[in-house]
Structures are given as C-alpha cells and as structure tokens.
C-alpha cells in the first residue's frame, strides 16, 4: 500500500487564496487592510530568512506589512516601549517578534508584553488559556498545531472518536495540539494520547493510534512497524542531517522514517513539505481574524 501525500505546499495555498479574497473584501467594504508588524532583533540568518518570508506572503496577500529591525544591543526597556507603541496602533492586528532573542532580554517578558488581541502566534498566556477552554473561547490558536489541525481536516481524516497520539510535549507544537484534538468541535473530539521521553512502551501507543502526530525532533524516530495500517501520520519533525553539496543546502528529514512509513498509512505528510509550509499560513490566518474582529 502506497499512501496518499498531504502536501502542505497545496493546502497553503488553498488557504492563501482564500485569505487574499478575505482581504479584498474588507478593503472594498471598510477601506482597511490587516497589519502585521514583525520586530527583528539582530541579524541572526536563520531568523532574517523566515521574517522574509512571512514579509514576502504577507505582502502578496495584500496585508500592510512593517518589518522592524533593531539592533542586537537593544535593551529590553526600549523594546518593550516598541511593542507599547504598536499594541496602541490601530492599524496593526498582529505582533509578531522574531525569536531567539539576544540573551539580555527576558523573551517571556517581552512576549507577554504584547497585546493578547495583537499576539498572533497565540503564545501569550490567555491566549493559551483561551485554547484550553476551547470554542469561542479561542482567538489565536498557535501556528503549527492550527497547521496540523488544518491539514488533517482538509485531506479528509475522521477526528471523532479517533485514537490520536502525539508523540511531544512541548509548549508550541505537542501540548496545544493534544488539547486542540481533545476539545469538543470539528476537526476534533479525539481520544487524545500524549507520550514522551518517560513514556514506557512508545510503540505500543503509536500503534493504537488512528492519527499519529509526531514532534519530537529526532530523525528517524518512529520506526514504520509503530504505524497502524491505514492510519494519518502527521510528521512534525524538522532535521537537519546533512548537507547537500550540489546545492549547500541542509538534507532535512522528519522524525518518521517515511520511506518504510508510506506503505503502511493511508495518509502521511513529506518533510520538507508537509507540516512546515503550514506555519505561515496560519499566522496570516490569525492576522486575517484579528482584523476582522477589529471592525
Ligand atoms: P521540543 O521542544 O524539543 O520537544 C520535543 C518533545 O519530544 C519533548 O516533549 C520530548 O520529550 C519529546 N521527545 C524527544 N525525543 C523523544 C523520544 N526519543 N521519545 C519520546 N519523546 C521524545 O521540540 P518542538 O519545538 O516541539 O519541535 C519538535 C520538532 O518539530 C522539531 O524537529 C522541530 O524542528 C519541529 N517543528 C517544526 C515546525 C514547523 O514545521 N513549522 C514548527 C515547530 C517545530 P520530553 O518532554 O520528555 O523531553
């Protein structure tokens, strides 16, 4: 059995297209567009290359779009003042700071700093209570875990009842999505498993599992005899094992071996192409619902 690819490249798309006829709209009917400020601190490369990117998508999809760049030595007073003056700009919906952030600086201070109506990474404190309430309750649900959540819905995977089990604990992708899976909706109302570094039998609990969700950060980690015939994994994993030296850029691989895993699932994401592609999306998605609810 071969499985069918959730391309993370076509979904975001499909979701950048709707987005652009969003904005179209409320600049026709209101005259407005969505703000999106993203503060740079420094010059670290790998952060000036994913701030490009979320300038270059938000620009095409019609956003006003700040990139603020300041230097390494800010201190943390000044930056903070920043993040006042946009919290107070009504034509700014989302606050975005580019993290690591020099070491001098608090960066769950400054996160908190920023507006929880503005924190479009829904990273801030009540908008992780907000998530763990669930329904209305929820404005920014976080990017990677709303990508996931996005891509199991858009390629047909069945939620409810659904034995999910999410390899990962972390605060920004395995915790919100388990709570995100767990929460009455659509798109969720799964029987939701965490496991992790302490858990006894790994595999036993993959091979329950209806949707594996897999963020772990180790290459290779679940093995394609863990995978439940038929079931949707969703491969989180980025790393970087190599590289390749036609091109000087990095070999990447997910924490699932893919090649055995493809015979197993029925459905399964790439890495590269896969989850990752998500993150943006989503981040303008939530920037798109900020400026809605701003009207
Ligand atoms: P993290 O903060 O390092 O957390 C990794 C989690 O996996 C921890 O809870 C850890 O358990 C668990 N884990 C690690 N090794 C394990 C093992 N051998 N067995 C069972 N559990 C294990 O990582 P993260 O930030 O969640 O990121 C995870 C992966 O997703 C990384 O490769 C990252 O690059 C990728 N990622 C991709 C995107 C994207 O595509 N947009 C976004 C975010 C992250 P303990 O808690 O017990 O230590």
């Known amino acids: 059995m071969t499985a069918k690819l959730i391309k993370g490249t076509e979904i975001r798309e499909e979701i950048l297209g709707e987005i652009e006829e969003e904005v179209k709209k409320i600049k026709a009917e209101h005259g407005k567009v969505p703000g999106l400020v993203t ?15 979320k300038i270059k998508t938000a ?5 006003k779009e700040i990139q603020d760049s300041q230097p390494v030595d800010i201190s943390e007073e000044d930056l903070l003042a920043l993040i006042d003056k946009y919290n107070n700009d009504d034509s ?25 109506d503005k924190d479009v990474d829904g990273f801030h404190p009540i908008n992780v209570g907000r998530l763990m309430i669930g329904g209305d309750e929820v404005k920014f649900p976080p990017c990677t875990p ?13 939620t409810s009842g659904a034995e999910v089990v999410v390899v990962g604990r972390s605060n920004i992708v395995g915790k919100p999505i388990a709570m995100m899976m767990a929460q009455k909706g659509v798109g969720a109302n799964a ?38 015939p038929g079931s949707t994994v969703i491969d989180v994993g980025v790393n970087r094992v190599g590289m390749n030296e036609k091109t000087g850029k ?28 998500m993150t943006i999306a989503m981040l303008m998605k939530n920037t798109l619902k900020s400026a809605q609810l701003s009207l």
């Open 191 to 228: 029987t939701v498993t965490i496991v992790h570094t302490r858990t006894k039998d790994l595999a036993a609990h993959c091979k329950r599992a209806d949707i594996l969700i897999v963020a772990a950060g180790v290459p290779d980690l679940v093995k394609p005899e863990w995978i439940k």
């Open 146 to 158: 709303a990508g996931i959540q996005e891509m199991i819905v858009r390629s047909g995977t069945e």
């Open 250 to 277: 990095a070999i990447l691989k997910g924490d699932v071996d893919f090649e055995a895993a493809k015979e197993i699932a029925g459905k399964i994401t790439p890495v590269p192409g896969g989850v990752g592609p």
């Open 39 to 53: 503060i740079l601190i420094g010059e670290n490369p790998a952060s000036m290359s994913y701030v490009t990117l």
């Open 92 to 116: 700014i919906n989302g606050i975005l700071v580019q993290l690591p952030l020099p070491k001098h600086i608090d960066d769950k201070k400054i996160l908190n700093a920023i507006d929880p």
């Open 59 to 63: 620009t095409r999809l019609g956003f």
